[in-house]
């Protein structure tokens, strides 16, 4: 199994201001993933972040709006920037194990 | 990209019944999961279903897998206000070596006590 934490567990933030949320996991990981949860939606995966490469990102999904960081197997950091209210959503990171993924509770963002 | 579909897309339903999700796509999958997701947590997995006509038990929870594998059932039997949540189903991909998970659209069930 997998402990995921994630910070901050919500915040409410400007217009034009940017958020960045930590996910920290209890053992070392290869590849942790990025995913928005929009209002009473399904999961949707923004990039892969493998440790000391660029994270690669999905469709409609770019590195200017949302960086990421890997410093470590066992870090990542994910930033929403230039917020708009369109942003407001719930963020998850996880990691995996084999078959298995494992989640964070998530980072509830709402943009005013 | 592969879409799954879920239906429905919101249930509510009294204590006691009986329910049955369904998810579907035009894909083959070489296997296919399903996750439940309780408000103010990440999606927890249920189930990881591999075989064509494959049916498995969790409790009161039966999944099945279709026989083409472009398909799966969640049923619930006798709900209770603990199967309350946003029940997921997904589908694993290879993509650059390693595993990503794709989810279907969802589905919110209440059970009202």
């Known amino acids: 199994s997998a402990v995921i934490s994630q910070k901050p567990s919500r915040d409410i933030c400007q217009r034009g201001t940017s958020l960045t949320i930590q996910c920290q996991v209890d053992?070392?990981?290869?590849?942790m993933f990025w995913y928005r949860q929009q209002p009473g939606q399904s999961l949707t995966l923004i990039a892969t972040?493998?440790?000391?490469?660029?994270?690669?990102?999905e469709s409609g999904f770019v590195i200017d709006k949302f960086p990421i960081s890997r410093p470590n197997l066992t870090f990542s950091t994910l930033t929403v920037s230039n917020m708009s209210p369109e942003d407001s959503s719930i963020y998850l990171c996880?990691?995996?194990?084999?078959?298995?993924?494992?989640f964070g509770p998530g980072t509830r963002l709402t943009v005013l | 990209t592969q879409l799954l579909e879920q239906s429905p897309q919101f249930l509510s339903i009294q204590e006691g019944e009986n329910l049955t999700v369904y998810c579907n796509s035009s894909?083959?999958?070489?296997?296919l999961q399903w996750y439940r997701q309780e408000p103010g947590e990440g999606p927890v997995l249920l189930v990881t279903?591999?075989?064509?006509?494959e049916v498995k038990k969790l409790k009161r929870l039966t999944f099945q897998f279709g026989d083409a594998r472009k398909d799966s059932s969640l049923h619930i039997t006798a709900a209770q206000p603990g199967d309350t949540g946003l029940y997921l189903c997904?589908?694993?991909?290879?993509?650059?070596?390693?595993?990503?998970?794709?989810f279907g659209t969802g589905t919110k069930l209440q059970v009202i006590p």
């Open positions: 996880s990691v995996d194990r084999g078959l298995r993924e494992f």
């Open positions: 053992s070392q990981v290869t590849m």
């Open positions: 972040a493998n440790q000391g490469s660029e994270a690669t990102y």
């Open positions: 894909s083959v999958f070489s296997s």
């Open positions: 279903v591999v075989t064509g006509g």
């Open positions: 997904a589908a694993l991909r290879n993509s650059g070596g390693y595993q990503k998970v794709t």
